[in-house]
T-cell receptor
Framework: GAGVSQSPSNKVTEKGKDVELRCDPI?????LYWYRQSLGQGLEFLIY????????KSGLPSDRFSAERTGGSVSTLTIQRTQQEDSAVYLC??????????????FGPGTRLTVT | ELKVEQNPLFLSMQEGKNYTIYCNYS?????LYWYRQDPGKSLESLFV?????AVKQEGRLMASLDTKARLSTLHITAAVHDLSATYFC????????????FGSGTQLTVLP
């Protein structure tokens, strides 16, 4: 079946502009995660959605970052007034249920964001 | 705060050799994952370890978990070039379904 998809695959933007990154999770997966991966680094958690519960935003680095998930499916990560340090690969993952019993996260291909 | 440390960060090995990557974590966890990432690609799930003493094997890779020592290992047997990639361990917080905390990754290069 279809995996997690993300768009765009690459985005180049000028400093100060807003960007929107999209994630389509695997159908039926109730949990959705956003991570950021800077060059040569591990993954940094940003935000987590689970069903209709309030999202866990504890990883968002600043108030310029926000995310929403409409209808429990597609999610959009928005970065306002982008800065050069926002340049990274943004990865989305989905999981079928709350983690446990092997319900690992399945990752999308990522969006490479470059802020010039 | 959960901290996850992997070592080594960089590993260059000859084909046919064996080696082990280590993943230490700082607080109690009920699940540990190993992922593989090829350059420019996303993460591919390799193993899910959920209990103390769990051992899983797939091809030339074997992962184990010691929850008492807060340690997981990824053992590579008779390495081949196709195993060249970056390997991440990721640890979940006990009782929470939230984010995973990732190690920094081990960049493995298998030389012919």
């Amino acid at each position: 079946g279809a995996g997690v998809s993300q768009s765009p695959s690459n985005k180049v933007t000028e400093k100060g502009k807003d960007v929107e990154l999209r994630c389509d999770p695997i159908s039926g997966h109730t949990a959705l995660y956003w991570y950021r991966q800077s060059l040569g680094q591990g993954l940094e958690f940003l935000i987590y959605f689970q069903g209709n519960s309030a999202p866990d935003k504890s990883g968002l680095p600043s108030d310029r970052f926000s995310a929403e998930r409409t209808g429990g499916s597609v999610s959009t990560l928005t970065i306002q007034r982008t800065q050069q340090e926002d340049s990274a690969v943004y990865l989305c993952a989905s999981s079928p249920l709350q983690l446990g019993a092997g319900n690992e996260q399945y990752f999308g291909p990522g969006t490479r964001l470059t802020v010039t | 705060e959960l901290k996850v440390e992997q070592n080594p960060l960089f590993l260059s090995m000859q084909e046919g050799k064996n080696y082990t990557i280590y993943c230490n974590y700082s607080t109690t966890s009920d699940r540990l994952y190993w992922y593989r990432q090829d350059p420019g690609k996303s993460l591919e799930s390799l193993f899910v370890l959920l209990s103390n003493g769990a051992v899983k094997q797939e091809g030339r890779l074997m992962a184990s978990l010691d929850t008492k020592a807060r340690l997981s290992t990824l053992h590579i047997t008779a390495a081949v070039h196709d195993l060249s990639a970056t390997y991440f361990c990721a640890v979940g917080t006990s009782g929470s379904a939230r984010q995973l905390t990732f190690g920094s990754g081990t960049q493995l290069t298998v030389l012919p």
